[in-house]
């Protein structure tokens, strides 16, 4: 018997006219996406022939294995031309069989998502048992850590399918079209009475500006789908490996010691400093438009790839807040998973203080970052380019964290707080009780001149706080000898099961 027919109809997956809204709407088929993700001729599909009613090809889920750039890689893909890409009982299997696969063969997991979540009808087939969709997330922890799981979100990702996306390493989101959500609009209205939109809900803006949920906004498929090919170019194929190097590109042509301001106080852009220092083009940032006082990206020295954490004092003066805490403890156990060394640029007041930021847990979440830093066992390097101070120098890596290098800019300051707040915070009651203004500024100017001479930068060199003082324009060619030295270092950090997570 010729199957030839039959399987033709099952590639062309829903009727034409679901074909013709997704293409109005700027979206591809969910075939068409895996073709522009992977390189050419090399996908190989699994379980076409999943459900043998024809409204319902493949059962709306297309998955098989493929390479990008070389590597082998799984692809989970829903059609959203089946049933609004919604999931069956044999849509779950596909998809815990794809996980599986990957985990077994130790290659990387893409998520190209598009599906209005699971089938009310057949919810006894596909929710509630051993093999239903709970096990899909079971699945994707279990692999978290293993393999580079990243996701490009292409249209909704519902209920209980908004969890697939939570648990990617990365999520990428066409802005418009991609949504995550627990309860759609009118189930929310429902529960809570609230009258909302699917775009101010749950859409890829909220997303990837207010909850941190996503990490690329992007404006359409196909820079999407590049986005997630560039960001799987910095990791390895699984935990085992070293990432992938390539060819050393010397910077953008900038004078570092011109970026930093003299004052302390003086807000300047860490992107510019960044990319006066790696290799050109290399910067990949990772939750751009969420808590930009913290920069988190991936980028290349002399051609390998690092994990750069840097201040932004351009934003909010660079002080730590709760996202911010939140997207570096992240960010640094990803590259810490997957054997990326990490480049910490500090120009950091502390951590957030008031009562609304305790209410809001920054203790919680300040702890969240620290325990990521301490637990990073990769290369860590720390440079202090102009401050750091209180519990932000331990969150950047300091000296008590493991840091295989605390390299300090002849810019750099590190204390407790800064001058003018420890001057204040010593001796408040006695500049209150100096009525003369001149006598007043001069024995505040006095009290700053020792705050700074107990901190002075050379003293704090010789205490072995700091392991050098370096120029700016000599700082790349450090960096680059330090962790080209450091590249077989001995990772061991204790024996335990897992750490608890802070509070």
């Not at 062309?12 to 390189?39: F, N, P, Q, V």
């Not at 969240?368 to 440079?383: G, R």
């Not at 680059?480 to 450091?486: E, K, Q």
Request: glycine fraction near 8%; include cysteine; charge should be negative.
């Amino acid at each position: 018997m010729d199957y030839t027919a039959e399987r033709e109809g099952i590639l062309r997956g829903g009727a034409e006219k679901y074909h013709r809204a997704a293409a109005a709407a700027g979206k591809y088929h969910a075939r068409e996406r895996i073709r522009r993700l992977t390189d050419v001729d090399s996908f190989t599909e699994d379980a076409l022939w999943a459900n043998p009613d024809p409204t319902l090809p493949a059962d709306g889920v297309v998955c098989g294995s493929a390479t990008v750039q070389g590597r082998p890689v799984r692809v989970i893909a829903n059609d959203s031309t089946v049933k609004a890409g919604s999931w069956g009982a044999r849509t779950v299997e596909k998809i815990i069989r794809t996980i599986e696969a990957a985990q077994v063969e130790q290659h990387p997991l893409v998520y190209l998502v598009d599906s209005a979540g699971a089938r009310i009808t057949d919810q006894v087939q596909l929710f509630p048992g051993r093999r239903g969709a709970g096990r899909i997330f079971h699945e994707q922890v279990r692999a978290s850590g293993q393999i580079p799981q990243a996701c490009a979100l292409f249209g909704p990702s519902a209920a209980g399918g908004a969890y697939i996306p939570a648990f990617c390493d990365v999520v990428a989101m066409v802005d418009g079209n991609a949504s995550m959500y627990l309860g759609s609009p009118r189930m929310v209205e429902m529960v809570t009475g609230e009258q909302t939109t699917l775009e101010a809900m749950g859409g890829a803006r909220v997303h990837c500006e207010q909850s941190g949920v996503g990490h690329f906004l992007c404006r359409n498929e196909d820079e999407a789908i590049a986005t997630v090919r560039r960001w799987l170019s910095y990791l390895p194929s699984n935990w085992t490996q070293p990432p992938p190097a390539r060819a050393a590109r010397p910077p953008v042509e900038t004078d570092l010691e011109a970026v930093v301001p003299p004052g302390e106080s003086t807000p300047f852009d860490m992107h510019d400093f960044i990319a006066g220092l790696v290799d050109r083009d290399s910067v990949l940032e990772v939750q751009a438009r969420w808590a930009g006082e913290l920069v988190c990206a991936f980028a290349r020295l002399d051609g390998r790839p690092v994990g750069v954490v840097a201040s932004n004092s351009a934003v909010k003066g660079g002080v730590l807040f709760t996202d911010s805490a939140d997207k570096a403890a992240r960010f640094v156990s990803t590259c810490d998973a997957f054997n990326v060394p990490l480049l910490f640029l500090a120009d950091v007041p502390g951590f957030m203080v008031g009562s609304e930021f305790e209410k809001g847990g920054i203790i919680r979440h300040g702890a969240k970052m620290i325990a990521a830093v301490a637990e990073a066992t990769v290369p860590k390097v720390c440079v202090v380019v102009r401050k750091a101070y209180g519990a932000g120098l331990y969150a950047m890596s300091g000296p008590a964290f493991g840091s295989d290098a605390v390299i300090a800019l002849p810019t750099a300051k590190i204390a407790v707080m800064g001058a003018e707040a420890a001057v204040n915070a010593v001796y408040a009651n006695k500049i209150a009780k100096i009525e003369d203004a001149a006598e007043r500024e001069r024995f505040i100017a006095d009290r700053r001149e020792e705050y700074e001479a107990d901190i002075d930068l050379r003293r704090l060199a010789g205490e072995l706080v700091v392991d050098d003082i370096v120029e700016p324009a000599q700082l790349r060619g450090d960096l680059i000898a330090r962790y080209r030295r450091l590249s077989h270092k001995d990772r061991r950090f204790g024996d335990r099961r897992h750490p608890i997570t802070p509070v």
